[in-house]
């Protein structure tokens, strides 16, 4: 089932669109918060977007440049603004296709059928960017870079430490034994002092402190680890 994310500060609106896309089977979320759509986006994690362009805070513009450092979804600008400029603004800052308000709804889900097929269907690859992304709970991993990204905030890891994180976020919420942990780091877990783990997850546990999230991985005594974001996270 795919999932379409709309941006929109009119609620009417919204709720319009949403109620006819769940119609045709999509799983629908709204947006709540308009000053953090770009973390909103890495938390939803959408198909497609479809985004206006005048919302409070930051113009739609803004949202979908941000939207394009960390994801290849389609983006169709939804918008009353219906010149010429406007439409060029909305390809060049990132987007897929645009409607102009008001408009018919068979139109959009025709729009959105087509930006998903051109994404998702059969003969769709994956840029090799968005294979070296993962996003869980609000954090962005990016394995080209050894980066870990919470709400702009970036550190840098080891190969070791990107690999424990990675393996963690995998099972997000769940307790990750420390044999699988080993094995994820390591191919040949008979020879490898089992303090080396212990070492890298306090080194990792740092790392995660310096984007300001405390107590995220627990030990689990006994068993392991897990990453419980949504417990520790801090604002």
Known sequence: MYRIWIVEDDAKISGIMAEHLRKYGYEVAVAEHFHEVKTQFVQVQPHLVLLD??????????WCRQIRTVSTAPVIFVTAREGEMDQVMAIENGGDDYIVKPFHLD????KVKSALRRAYGE?????????????VGGLLLDR???TVEWKGAKVSLSKNEFLLLECLTRKQGQVVSREELLEALWDDVDFVDDNTLTVNVTRVRRRLEELGLTQVVQTVRGQGYRLALQEGASE
């Open 123 to 135: 003969y769709a690859q994956a840029s090799d960017a968005e294979l070296e992304l993962r996003a």
């Open 53 to 62: 362009i005048n919302l409070p805070s930051y113009d739609g513009f803004y």
């Open 107 to 110: 139109v959009l889900t025709a």
């Open 144 to 146: 080209s870079r050894l």
